[in-house]
Nanobody, 125 residues
Framework: EVALVESGGGLVQPGGSLRLSCAAS????????MNWVRQAPGKGLEWVSS????????LYAASVKGRFAISRDNVKNTLYLQLNSLKPEDTAIYYC??????????????????RGQGTQVTVSS
């Protein structure tokens, strides 16, 4: 059974940093593009970032480019998202999400499948 468990969220002041983690199990992690998506209060799901199978290719939404960094450890089966220079508008529940198909590049909401339960990030002074 596919399991994705996020952690690392919390309350942080504007300009602060957090590192999110996502522990994956139940599938061959190294075969799938992985993504981070988020949902702000009262808004729909928003794609944030994608990383390729080997980690050499990454892509970011314009709203987070230059501030967030996605990475993965295929030995530890873990996905990461480093959040820097946080803004109040980054407040959201952050989810890691697996691509629907293995060995296929995936960026955007239409190609993501399973996701975890999410971790809350709140940016406020």
């Amino acid at each position: 059974e596919v399991a994705l468990v996020e952690s690392g969220g919390g309350l942080v002041q504007p300009g602060g940093s957090l590192r999110l983690s996502c522990a994956a199990s139940g599938f061959t992690f190294s075969n799938y593009t992985m993504n981070w998506v988020r949902q702000a209060p009262g808004k729909g799901l928003e794609w944030v970032s994608s990383i390729s199978i080997g980690g050499s290719a990454t892509l970011y939404a314009a709203s987070v480019k230059g501030r967030f960094a996605i990475s993965r450890d295929n030995v530890k089966n873990t996905l990461y998202l480093q959040l820097n220079s946080l803004k109040p508008e980054d407040t959201a529940i952050y989810y890691c999400a697996r691509a629907k198909a293995p060995r296929t590049w995936c960026d955007g909401l239409t190609c993501v499948g399973e996701r975890g339960q999410g971790t809350q990030v709140t940016v406020s002074s």
